[in-house]
Structures are given as C-alpha cells and as structure tokens.
C-alpha cells in the first residue's frame, strides 16, 4: 500500500491545464525530501519528468511542471497535448520506511 | 546515450529462484547506483532494491528482505537480481534503474530499462 496518494484519474481538452496531486506525510513529503514526477506511456517503462520537485530533466517538455509545498505536492501540465495520455506518478523518500515510495499513480486522459 | 537492458525473467514455480540482469552502457557504471522497480500486473510501481557505487552498499524494502540479493559486476557492467523463495505475489515487471545524485544530495531515478517479467505461479 502506497504511502503517497495521487487522484486515480484527470482528464482534460487539448491546450487545457491539468494538476496532478501528490499527498504525502511528515515522513516523506513533509520531512523535506525532494519529490520526483515520472510518465509511463501504455506498455512502456517510466520516464523522469521532474525531479528535486521542480526541475526538469534535459528533453522534458516545458510544458510539465512541479511544485511542493508542506506534505504534498503537485505536477502541472499546462497546453495539454494527445501525447500525454499516460500514468503519472510522484516518488520521494520516506524515512520512517526507510524506503523510496511512489504514489499510487493517475491516469491522464486526454478528452 | 544510456542503455538498460535487462534479462533472466520467465515462469518460475513458488519457492523457485531466478536471477535478473541488467546489462548498461552509455556511462561509468561503478560511479553510478543502481536500483530495481517493479510493477504487478495492473499496479503501480513498487522499489524493490538499490546499491550504492563505488562501496556496493545495498538497501531492499521489507517485502523482499531476506530472500532478493542485489550485487553488480563493474567489470561487466551489470546489475543482477537474486530472487530466491519466489511467491505469487513477487509476480511482476522488474525495471531496472540508474539513480543520480541531486543537487540536494538526494536520489532519483533517471533511466530506467525496457523492464522484464517474471510470473510466479505453478
């Protein structure tokens, strides 16, 4: 059972912004551990969109952005486009754990 | 360009044993962590088990302790899986993943393989 939870689904039109939640604990999230953001395309591997909550790696659109505040986070998809119809998930650390946790994941549908 | 390419998954009865490889390339593999993620049919991502570069340090979730040992090769440039006293439940896509060192000094996972599935029934 995950320790991090994510809304099971979003969907929004083309260009629409979408958020995606990521609700954590003073464990993990609020702890001050960073939070990563990764994509997982039908039948493919994750793909690191954001990580240390906000930064994005090299080929990332700019359109993927991330944020942290207290015990939660959150991955905003501002211009929403077809191809990010995917599984999103949020990942930190949790130290009571002592384990890397994810989130429970959320569908992205595009409308 | 990095590459993860793992290797070893298939059918396995309960209780059996299997070992995964994850062959990389594209960087300095010993300078580097290494982790495994997997992910049951239909669910999310679970970690599974992770090992430092340079000292080989090596961390597993509750859920595999004792049975899974993580080790890697620098001199082949892989990473291996020992899963032993295999379950219905360990039933799943293995991933391997290479892990970088933030500016924050903390972990996250920035290439992953094309994942291998490993089924655990009789």
């Known amino acids: 059972q995950s320790v991090l939870t994510q809304p099971p689904s979003v969907s929004g039109a083309p260009g629409q912004r979408v958020t995606i939640s990521c609700t954590g604990s003073s464990s993990n999230i609020g702890a001050g551990y960073d939070v990563q953001w990764y994509q997982q395309l039908l039948g493919t591997a994750p793909k690191l969109l954001i990580y240390?909550?906000?930064n994005r790696p090299s080929g990332a659109p700019d359109r993927f952005s991330g944020s942290k505040s207290g015990t939660s986070a959150s991955l905003a998809i501002t211009g929403l486009q077809a191809e990010d119809e995917a599984e999103y998930y949020c990942q930190s650390y949790d130290s009571s754990l002592s384990s890397y946790v994810f989130g429970t994941g959320t569908k992205v549908t595009v409308l | 360009e990095v590459q993860l390419l793992e290797s070893g998954g298939g059918l396995v009865q309960p209780g059996g044993s299997l070992r995964l490889s994850c062959a990389a390339s594209?960087?300095?593999?010993?300078?580097?962590?290494m982790s495994w993620v997997r992910q049951a049919p239909g669910k999310g991502l679970e970690w599974v088990s992770a090992i430092s570069g340079g000292v080989g340090s090596t961390y597993y979730a509750d859920s595999v302790k004792g049975r899974f040992t993580i080790s890697s090769d620098n001199s082949k440039n892989t990473l291996y899986l020992q899963m032993n006293s295999l379950r219905a439940e360990d039933t799943a896509v293995y991933y391997c993943?290479?892990?970088?060192?933030?500016?924050?000094?903390?972990?996250?996972?920035?290439?992953w393989g094309q994942g291998i599935l490993v089924t655990v029934s009789s």
């Open positions: 993943a290479k892990y970088t060192l933030s500016s924050s000094s903390q972990y996250y996972f920035d290439y």
């Open positions: 594209g960087f300095t593999f010993n300078n580097y962590a």
């Open positions: 240390g909550n906000s």
